[in-house]
């Protein structure tokens, strides 16, 4: 099923929003940029905040790579008097295919707040990166509150940005340093980046040029914005266009066919985030498409080729290639044991070592269920055998749970000659060996021991 995810909410939230402001608020902008107020002595450097510049707290709100990197450049700074953090309710504080920021926070010493405790704080900058609240200027005592939204503003306010340029046929988006007002991104604009969009580009590929570019707008105009010494235009009303979450029904998408080849492709690249779902095709996940040159003669939507790697379409001018996705049929034969299909679809995968969202590779998936033959078949096929989970979790220890379960060794056996990796803690700072001691299996223990491991 494809999961009902990639959203964005309040000021920035991740993936959606795209393409660009009109030429001329956009050449506005890059005037503002290249003549913007400077100080009379030279401006510090984008990794250095004077004492001129100094405030007492900054607040970094929103989640994934682009809070953490911003907060740790600001802790890095000498100057500043304090920082505070405000993670998304949904972090988790573990890091998963995105570092948590709630984790980032409780390993440096760094407060953890919430909105209550910053609406009377009269001296702060206050960050939305990705933060999924929207929040009430008027309920603040500062007025230096700002976002960093996932579009290059007026257009693709709200949710989805990684999504809605790539359906619109977009070959670029961007993003935009923005003051916080009471709408929905619709702030007074400081300064935006461009990003292209590549033909081949996807919704995740798209998400992670954003979060690298709204990085380098948080980098290079912090000085600035504690200084006070920015410009901020009113957004125009010409191309200005706004989705909301409700734009997209993730429960029930539906790649239209009977569309253009280039069409069809924007739909398949536009749903492409691994992390959330792949689109589905004739009932098989795909995971990229391909426009030929091949002008279509059957009707549009029909098969014209069908083999284990793609299905070749026809559309309404050019045929389309569209690649299936084996990796979700490969984790289910990995916890079935099927030793056949594991080989099958070991070999269409491009990466044997992917991981899911819980951040389990077939490898793991296999060893956790005990299923010897498919884990042979795994390390065959060159699986890593010490790859680790979010958690930290190794595939030793995935064996030593299934060996638990079945009461049978074997698997974890075949790891051990194999090589993999026995005293490597998780994240919990636990080894395999002080999860085995308590469990009601000496045999376990007896095996570890006497290959040598001593934690």
């Avoid at 070959?171 to 081949?200: C, F, M, P, W």
């Avoid at 389309?320 to 594991?342: N, T």
């Avoid at 590779?361 to 956790?368: C, D, E, I, K, T």
């Amino acid at each position: 099923m494809l999961a009902p995810r990639l959203k964005t909410a309040g000021h920035g939230e991740c993936p959606a929003i795209g393409r660009g402001v009109s030429h001329i608020f956009f050449n506005a902008v890059a005037r503002i940029r290249s003549a913007r107020l400077r100080p009379a002595h030279k401006p510090a450097r984008p990794d250095c905040v004077s004492h001129e510049t100094l405030i007492v707290r900054i607040y970094i709100a929103g989640k994934n790579k682009i809070a953490v990197e911003a907060a740790e450049f600001v802790r890095r700074q000498p100057n500043l008097a304090e920082l505070w953090v405000m993670p998304n309710a949904e972090d988790s504080g573990i890091d998963t295919w995105q570092p948590s920021l709630r984790k980032w926070a409780k390993v440096h010493q760094v407060p953890i707040v919430c909105l209550d405790d910053v609406y009377p704080v009269a001296d702060l900058l206050f960050m939305s990166l990705e933060f999924d609240t929207l929040i009430a200027p008027a309920r603040f005592r500062s007025a230096k509150l700002f976002n960093i939204h996932f579009s290059l503003l007026p257009q693709y306010k709200g949710a989805y940005t990684a999504i809605w340029p790539l359906l619109d046929g977009k070959d670029y988006t961007g993003v935009t340093l923005h003051k916080i007002d009471k709408g929905i991104d619709t702030g007074d604009i400081i300064d935006q980046e461009r990003i292209s969009i590549a033909l081949n580009d996807t919704s995740r590929t798209v998400y992670d040029k954003y979060l690298d570019a709204g990085y380098r707008l948080f980098e290079t105009w912090l000085p600035r914005l504690l200084a006070g010494n920015f410009v901020a235009l009113p957004q125009p009303a010409d191309n200005s266009s706004f989705r909301s979450r409700s734009s997209i029904d993730f429960l029930n998408l539906k790649i239209e066919l009977k569309q253009t080849a280039f069409a069809v492709h924007n739909q398949i690249r536009a749903f492409t985030f691994r992390e959330y779902q792949l689109p589905s095709v004739y009932g098989w996940p795909i995971s990229k498409s391909q426009i030929t040159r091949i002008r279509s003669v059957a009707k549009p939507g029909a098969i014209v080729e069908d083999n284990d790697r793609f299905m070749q379409l026809a559309t309404i001018d050019y045929d389309l290639i569209v690649y299936k996705d084996a990796f979700e049929l490969l984790l289910r034969a990995c916890e079935r044991g099927a030793e056949s299909e594991v080989r099958f679809y070991g070999r269409l995968v491009e990466n044997l070592n992917m991981r899911n969202s819980k951040g389990w590779s077939p490898l793991m998936v296999a060893a956790y269920h005990n299923n010897l033959a498919a884990t042979k078949a795994l390390v065959e096929l060159g699986a890593d055998l010490n790859q680790t989970n979010y958690k930290g979790t190794t595939v030793a220890m995935f064996a030593r749970s299934g060996a638990t379960a079945a009461r049978d060794l074997s698997c974890l056996r075949f790891l051990l000659e194999r090589g993999a990796e026995v005293n490597a803690p998780d994240l919990h700072g636990r080894t395999i060996l002080s999860y085995a001691v308590a469990e009601p299996f000496p045999e376990l223990t007896e095996l570890l021991r006497a290959w040598g491991v001593e934690k």
